[in-house]
C-alpha cells in the first residue's frame, strides 16, 4: 500500500516552502523516518522522513517547485519486495512552479514596406506680373486710399494681467490653451486655475531591457533565503529612522580575565570555552535593563516594552547570515551563554537550526571582527529596534594616566531605530556596554 508524503507544518507564518533536494531517488529502499527530500523555507531547511519503509515509488514534485504546507510530494510503496513501478501522485494541493526570469530573444526586425510620397502642397496661384507683356492691359489701380482690415488680437493671446502674472510665474504661454475671454484669450483666471491644478504624475520609467548574458557569466537563482535576507534589510532601510553611534572599548581587562580562568572554566562546564561573546552579551543584558526602549519595538502606534532579553546572535551558515535567539539571555550565566553560542553555530553550519531557533529576538549582537572588519554600521534586524556591531581587536597607542601605551581596542556601534530610542539614550546605551566589557567586576555584581 502506498502512503503519501506530504509537506509538514513549516512554523508560524510559513505556509510554503521549496523543493531543495531529493536525498532518496525514485525506485530506490527507505526507511521508516529516514530523510527523504529537503525543503528550503524563507529562514531554515527542514528535512521531510518517510512516513513508512518501503520503496520511493514515485517523485511528484522536481527540485526547485515551490510548495504550500499540506502538499503531495510523492508515494512511498510499502509492499515489500514488489518491484516500485514509477506513478504519479495527484496532488492534492498543486504544487506552484516556479517563476523563470525571462531570457532575452532576439527581435526580428520589421519588414520594408514602401513610403508613400508625401502629399504635394497645392500650386501657388499666379501673381500678376509687375510689368505686363506688350498687349496686355494692366487692370487699373484704385485711387484714393485703399480700405484695410482692423487689426485683431492673436487667438489665445493673454490679456495684459495675465500676462504679467505668466511672466511672474515663468509659465509657457502654449500650454495653457484657449481662454475662457472674449475671441479665446487667456485671463488672469485662467492663469490662476493652472497654477493650482496638481501635478500631474510622474511618467512610469522606461521598461528596463533584458540583460545581455556574457558567456563567461554563470547566472544562479537566489535561494529562498537569500530573497527573505534581502528583503528584510531592505524593509529595516525603508521603515526605520535609523542611525549609528561609535565608541571605542579596551579590551585589556577581558583579555587578562580570559587568559587567568580559560582553564579552569572550560574544566568546570564539562568542555564549554570561555570566550569574548559571553561578556559582551551580560554587558548588554545589564544595560538594557537600565535603557528599555533600545529592548523594546514599535507596533503600529504603540511602543511594546520587554521584560525579558532575547538576545539573537549572528551566525554565518552555508546559506547565509541568520540570527539564532538565546532565550531568557539576562537569567543565563557566563557558562550558559557560550554554551548557547557554541551550539547555534555547529547547528548552522550542519544546517539543523529550527524555525523556533530564529524566532522571538528582542536585540541583537553581530561580530564581524571575526572577519576582520576593523568597523560598520550594522543594519537593523526588524522589528527589533537596536543592534551591537563588535569587531576586529586591533592595537593602537593610547593616552592611559598621562602616557601613551598599546593597548587592545575594539570599536563598538549601535544601530538604531530613531523613531523610539533617542540619541542620548543610545549613546548612554553603548557607554555602559563600554564600562561593562572594560571592568567585568561590574557585571558580576550588575553594576
Not at 62 to 79: F, N, Q, R
Request: net charge negative; aromatic share 4%.
Amino acid at each position: 500500500m502506498a502512503t503519501e508524503i506530504v509537506v509538514p507544518a513549516l512554523g508560524e507564518s510559513v505556509t510554503t516552502a521549496t523543493v531543495a533536494r531529493w536525498i532518496k531517488q525514485q525506485g530506490e529502499s527507505v526507511a521508516a523516518d529516514e530523510p527523504l527530500v529537503e525543503l528550503e523555507t524563507d529562514k531554515v531547511t527542514v528535512e521531510v522522513n518517510a512516513p513508512s519503509g518501503g520503496t520511493l515509488s514515485s517523485i511528484a514534485v522536481p527540485e526547485g517547485t515551490e510548495v504550500e504546507v499540506g502538499s503531495i510530494l510523492g508515494l512511498v510503496d510499502g509492499a515489500a519486495g514488489a518491484a516500485a513501478a514509477p506513478a504519479k501522485a495527484a496532488p492534492a494541493s498543486p504544487p506552484k512552479p516556479v517563476a523563470r526570469e525571462p531570457q532575452p530573444a532576439s527581435v526580428a526586425a520589421p519588414p520594408q514596406t514602401s513610403v508613400a510620397a508625401p502629399p504635394q502642397e497645392p500650386a501657388a496661384e499666379p501673381r500678376p506680373a509687375a510689368n505686363p507683356p506688350a498687349g496686355v492691359v494692366a487692370p487699373p489701380r484704385p485711387i484714393g486710399p485703399v480700405s484695410r482690415p482692423a487689426a485683431t488680437a492673436p487667438a489665445h493671446a493673454p490679456l495684459p494681467a495675465a500676462a504679467k502674472m505668466i511672466e511672474e510665474n515663468k509659465v509657457a504661454a502654449d500650454v495653457l490653451g484657449e481662454g475662457t475671454g472674449k475671441d479665446g484669450r487667456i485671463t488672469k483666471g485662467d492663469v490662476l486655475d493652472f497654477l493650482n491644478r496638481p501635478a500631474p504624475a510622474p511618467a512610469a520609467p522606461a521598461a528596463k531591457p533584458p540583460r545581455q548574458d556574457d558567456p563567461r557569466e554563470q547566472r544562479v537563482k537566489m535561494t529562498r533565503l537569500r530573497r527573505t535576507i534581502a528583503l528584510r534589510l531592505k524593509e529595516a532601510q525603508n521603515n526605520a529612522a535609523m542611525l549609528t553611534t561609535f565608541n571605542e572599548v579596551d579590551m585589556s581587562a577581558i583579555m587578562a580575565l580570559r587568559a587567568e580562568y580559560r582553564d579552569a572554566f572550560e574544566k568546570k562546564h564539562h568542555g564549554v570555552r570561555l570566550g569574548f561573546m559571553s561578556v559582551f552579551v551580560r554587558a548588554c543584558c545589564v544595560a538594557l535593563k537600565e535603557f528599555p526602549a533600545v529592548n523594546a519595538e514599535i507596533d503600529g502606534d504603540d511602543i511594546i516594552y520587554k521584560n525579558f532579553v532575547n538576545m539573537g546572535i549572528a551566525v554565518g551558515g552555508p546559506s547565509g547570515l541568520v540570527v539564532p535567539v538565546i532565550r531568557d539571555a539576562d537569567q543565563l550565566g557566563f557558562a550558559g551563554i557560550e554554551a548557547a553560542i557554541a551550539d547555534f553555530g555547529k547547528r548552522a553550519r550542519d544546517g539543523a537550526l529550527k524555525l523556533e531557533d530564529l524566532a522571538g529576538g528582542s536585540f541583537s549582537i553581530t561580530n564581524g571582527g571575526i572577519y576582520g572588519s576593523m568597523m560598520s554600521t550594522p543594519i537593523l534586524n526588524p522589528p527589533q529596534s537596536a543592534i551591537l556591531g563588535m569587531h576586529k581587536i586591533q592595537e593602537r597607542p593610547m593616552g592611559v594616566g598621562g602616557k601613551i601605551e598599546i593597548r587592545p581596542m575594539m570599536y563598538l556601534a549601535v544601530s538604531y531605530d530613531h523613531r523610539i530610542v533617542d540619541g542620548k539614550e543610545a549613546v548612554s546605551f553603548l557607554v555602559r556596554v563600554k564600562e561593562g566589557v572594560e571592568d567585568p567586576r561590574r557585571l558580576l555584581l550588575d553594576l
